[in-house]
């Protein structure tokens, strides 16, 4: 931290809540491979006793977007309180970075209190009321998400099954290609294509186990709206199954708390609609392959000499996808969809 970003944010909280705002706690949280996050505190005085705001930060300190994916700190901002008019579970945002506020490109948002930690998540005592809740509360919240007006959003990037496809195919070869069982995927992901035009609404794109806050009572906040985008809704219920973010739970495909009918019943109480079965399991394959590849990616990364340990971590597990892309496409009688 320097004194110069400390004074910046104070300056901002100044103009938000008034000039006697001050910060009274100020951390950088970890994770966030891409962005910066701050949790800090700011009292403001009254008659009485002070009050205080718990918040977050979440910047880019250069100001621009670092994943080609990215939608932009503007447009997670805007989309976040687009999908809280729908009554999805995300934080407020109460405040959008300028320019000149000496900041980069960012929001802040209201704290939520719980935990993010698929590992508590799934076995600490706390949460065993939540977790057969957690299943049905992710498929609600998608279906909430996937109820925002797509002309409010403003310009978003749009995605398809065959973008991702296409896109897919291009990193695989970028990063060297000769991996058998990711050529029988793109095989499988090609002969079993989605037929039929694909609802086009607002998709969250990472909504999964770890970027969400759970409390004992189940779900409260969905977040990381770095890559929303506008696509086909049954990507966000197929991401959601993606086994690795089962993190250990493998019986369990809605992110370790449960089953898809679970999730796929809390969307359909919610859209008033059914979900497509064979659709949402296209995706949760694509999302197996895409996430494998970007492993794969990140560990040449490392091995080329940027000295990330998240990267180093992450590349090692290009193989686990693999295992569980066989799982996933055995024949029948095999474990299909396990």
Known sequence: MTDGFAEALGACMHRRFGPGATIAWLERLSGGASQELWAFDVSVPGG???????????????????????????????????ARETGTPAPRVIHVCTPDEGLGSGFVMGRVPGETLARRLLRDEEYAAARPLLAGQLGAAAARIHQIDVAKAGPLRVSSAELNLEGSHALYQANGGGRPVVEWAFRWLREHRPTGEAARTVVHGDMRNGNIIVGPEGLRAVLD????????????????????????????????????????AGYEQVSGRPVDRARARWWEVMGTL???????MMGREFQAGEPSVEKAAIGRRASETEIDLLAMLAPPGGQAFV
């Open 225 to 264: 709206w770095e890559v929303v985008h506008v696509g086909d809704p049954m990507e966000d219920l197929g991401w959601l199954c993606v086994p690795s973010w089962r993190f250990g739970a493998i019986d369990k495909p809605a992110g370790g708390f449960g089953s898809r009918e679970e999730l796929w």
């Open 48 to 82: 009485g006793a002070d009050e205080t705001h718990e918040l977050i930060l979440r910047r880019n300190p250069g100001g621009t977007v670092k994943r080609e994916n990215s939608a932009g700190m503007e447009t997670e901002a805007r989309l976040i309180e687009l």
């Open 290 to 296: 895409r996430w494998g590849l970007s492993c794969a």
